[in-house]
């Protein structure tokens, strides 16, 4: 059984590649742009008549035709497959106009638009650049997205096709309770994730380079200085090495849930509330939602048993006897005391096992999510 995947590298283009790049995406976001608006004037165009417009525009206008045709063909696939989206799933906006100071740069070319030989890769229209390759393709990629962060790092993401390697065979379960002061309490404590705190560390860092970003800034209306761009970047690298602290912690810290437990009951837990309250600083530095997004990504893909627990009554619910306390437990309380039979445990310890015997008594109120009804896109 195959699967296809997703493999990143850092691209290294030179001056030369990069105005090539920009001119493209330049070409592209036009297009995009254009769909838009006929949208929003009272049409609804479809690939067909999109791969017409461009035929058309093509012939009428020679900075088009000076671009890549398969990164304009793929810029309305993409665009078509955005608004169907937009109609599936909702809350889901309708795509809108990219901004040329505001949008990123991303530029997609299927199979005959690139070719990668000598450890480099050549794209449609004579750009060429080397990649960093941290690791060996597994096949040939039958597509390649070339995009830009905010910092200005280029990368390369190419879409292969690659053996699936079975999960290790494991009989056990596990209740998981997301928490501020440990991110993720279990019902065994060998598997807690603990408060990463890895914007805490790069604190001092951080308020060094936003001091430099005040005294650079310009009075509204005017354009930034070099410094101050200089200063706002490196303000940025800070913020994106604590984030890839975080996301090498949870990844590492869900392999070793998914290896070993056949069912994962995991609290349901919205975290953008918490963006409005006293606790948002140290809740994002946990990055809860990331840890919950990529357990239960890794669960479903390996065929483990997800069961979304709703986070409702969680604490205030004995693990032994199941009595609910008649009041609410205060954050300050960190442990649990149950008036009626006496147990006494870690506040979310106890949450975790309510978790677990909710999921594993298949309570009318758990989403049962299953590799099946995932990949059918229920």
Avoid at 24 to 33: A, G, P, V
Avoid at 164 to 189: E, K, L, M, Y
Wanted: glycine residues 8%.
């Amino acid at each position: 059984m195959r699967e296809t995947v997703r493999y990143t590298f850092r691209v290294r283009p030179g001056k030369q590649a990069e105005r090539a790049l920009e001119a493209e995406w330049h070409r592209c976001r036009f297009l995009w742009n254009e769909a838009v608006h006929q949208y929003k004037t009272g049409g609804q165009p479809t690939y067909a008549k999109l791969s017409k417009m461009l035929t058309n525009a093509r012939a009428r206008s020679c900075w088009l035709r000076e671009g890549s045709q398969v990164a304009q063909q793929q810029t309305l696939r993409n665009y078509g497959t955005a608004l169907r989206n937009s109609f599936r799933v909702k809350g889901q906006g309708k795509p809108s106009f990219k901004s040329r100071k505001e949008s990123l740069l991303s530029l997609e070319y299927t199979k005959r638009g690139f070719v990668v030989r000598d450890g480099r890769l050549r794209l449609a229209g004579g750009i060429e650049m080397p990649v960093v390759w941290s690791r060996l393709l597994p096949s040939e990629p039958t597509s390649v997205r070339i995009y830009r962060d905010s910092l200005g790092e280029w990368y390369g993401s190419f879409v292969v096709r690659r053996e699936v390697t079975p999960a290790p065979a494991a009989q056990g379960s596990i209740g998981i309770d997301w928490g501020v002061s440990t991110t993720a309490t279990t019902t065994n404590p060998q598997f807690d994730l603990p408060f990463g705190g890895h914007r805490e560390r790069c604190a001092a860092q951080l308020a060094k380079c936003q001091r430099r970003m005040a005294r650079r800034r310009r009075q509204r209306g005017q354009t930034p200085s070099k410094g101050y761009l200089k200063a706002r970047r490196a303000t940025a690298r800070v913020y994106k090495k604590a984030a890839r602290q975080n996301a090498y912690a949870v990844r590492n810290w869900a392999r070793g849930v998914v290896n070993e437990h056949n069912l994962i009951a995991v609290e349901d837990f919205k975290s953008k509330f918490l963006t409005r309250s006293t606790m948002a600083r140290r809740a994002a530095d946990g990055a809860i939602g990331l840890a919950k997004k990529s357990l239960v990504e890794r669960a479903v893909r390996a065929g483990r048993k997800v069961v979304l627990v709703p986070p409702a009554y969680t604490t205030m619910t004995c693990a032994n006897c199941f009595a609910r306390a008649k009041q609410q437990i205060a954050l300050g309380v960190r442990t649990f005391r149950c008036e009626y039979c006496g147990h006494t445990a870690n506040r979310d310890r106890n949450a975790a096992r309510v978790i677990l015997a909710v999921a594993e008594s298949v309570h009318a109120g758990a989403d049962d999510v299953r590799h099946a009804h995932l990949l059918s896109g229920s």
